[in-house]
């Protein structure tokens, strides 16, 4: 949902994403569930509508994108890979890099706020040690706060 | 926290209430949410954030 709201609202003053798909069709087949998503949303696979899966992908619409978005994904993440957020285009002219793991693009660095300390090494996904749980409260709360 | 449709609680109605237009109907339902929550006063529409995480993020 967040991938969604940055790509058709201008509203938000800044926006956290933890994992997430932005492509639907690799994520067809990348994820640890593969087909999951395609029956369980779409009901059907890929090819036999590309276009429903290509608009329904955040990833091609993201010249739409304005709002500070910061990404988060863990690097041992079956279920939603972090490559998923690596294909996002950084915008040029903002310094902004892409790290592995925790990543950050577009606004957050051009508007002041911090980057994350760095990548979610070990990280499998949602499920992680207490001591990382509260990691996104240290990297979005700043974001926002420099953001909104 | 927004129980957009979709999401559980109200029956399955509700529960496929995003099949066939993943993104569109969910956020409606955020933006129907916070539009209210911005007319009792209680968010700055000016001050908007927006947080999700698995799911949720797509």
Known sequence: MTYYAVTHSNRFKAASAGAGATNMISMYAQTDLPGFYSKTYFGFPPW????FYLEHSSY???????????????????????RRARVLPCDEGT????????LSRAGSRHRGAPLPEG??????GLVRPLAEIARPSRTDVPAFQASC | ??????????????RQGNVGSLGANEFDDIDTGINY??????????????M???MAAT
């Open chain 2, 52 to 54: 999700a995480g698995a």
């Open chain 2, 37 to 50: 929550v911005i007319q009792r006063g209680i968010a700055d529409g000016d001050r908007l954030g927006f």
């Open chain 1, 60 to 82: 091609y619409q993201v010249k739409n994108a304005k709002t500070p978005l910061l990404i988060q994904y863990g690097e041992r993440d079956a279920r939603c890979p972090c």
């Open chain 2, 1 to 14: 926290m927004p129980n957009y449709r979709g999401s559980t609680g109200y029956g399955e109605k509700w």
């Open chain 1, 48 to 51: 036999e509508n590309f276009n």
């Open chain 1, 95 to 102: 310094g902004c890099t892409l790290p592995a793991g925790g």
């Open chain 1, 119 to 124: 990548p979610y090494a070990a990280q499998p």
